[in-house]
């Protein structure tokens, strides 16, 4: 059986939105396509990777929380990949996704956390901008569990029933950027129901 790709997975927060459009209409054209596909491949499934269009109308692939992007990688008029570490402010560009793999080694766990310039906005006037911030959670049903995951994070908060899951998930958030947990409940989360949540639900 055929693997879905997971660039496929893709979606930017706009109509017409699916990652082949976006990536034809703001990553270079359709010559691009390609190489953007393999790089959705590499990212997509990564944590806390999301793929937007910025500066105007540049396709990017960024790594960072609450808007920040400590690691940006696009697809160059060459057909091979830019890199950038923000954080070091150096860049590098790379023949395939097998060097950008070698790029993020000794980067990429590092990035994904908030950096001190991020956690000190987010913790600014009580933490505003953390409860204020909607955090995306996706909630999928397996063995007797609910999971709700956060884009963010590796790990997944589990729990017998969805509210226990979403509520862990937002105590996990809390404790990245290191926020007292009883802020939790003030936390703004949307979360989406899988196909395996759903069929749970409507069976129980």
Wanted: include cysteine; charge should be negative; aromatic fraction near 10%.
């Amino acid at each position: 059986m055929n693997e879905i790709p997971a660039y496929l997975s893709v979606k930017v927060n706009f109509g017409n939105s699916d990652y082949d459009n976006v990536c034809d209409t703001f990553g270079g054209g359709i010559d691009r396509l390609p190489a953007w596909r393999e790089l959705g491949n590499l990212l997509a499934h990564r944590p806390g990777w999301h793929f937007d269009v910025v500066n105007q109308g540049e396709a990017l692939w960024c790594l960072g929380v609450l808007g920040e992007c400590r690691l940006a990688i696009h697809v160059t008029g060459g057909l091979q990949y830019h890199c950038y570490d923000h954080g070091a402010d150096s860049d590098t560009v790379a023949a395939d996704t097998t060097a950008v793999e070698s790029w993020l080694k000794g980067r990429e766990e590092a990035a994904q956390q908030p950096s001190p310039l991020i956690i000190e906005i987010a913790s600014a006037d009580s933490w505003k901008l953390l409860k204020s911030h909607p955090f995306r959670l996706r909630v999928s049903w397996s063995d007797g569990y609910y999971a709700a995951s956060v884009a963010a994070l590796a790990e997944a908060s589990f729990g017998r029933t969805v509210a226990e899951a979403v509520n862990g998930a937002a105590e996990m958030i809390c404790q990245l950027f290191g926020a007292p947990v009883e802020f939790s409940p003030d936390l703004t989360l949307a979360a989406e129901l899988d196909e395996t949540a759903v069929r749970h639900i409507r069976t129980a």
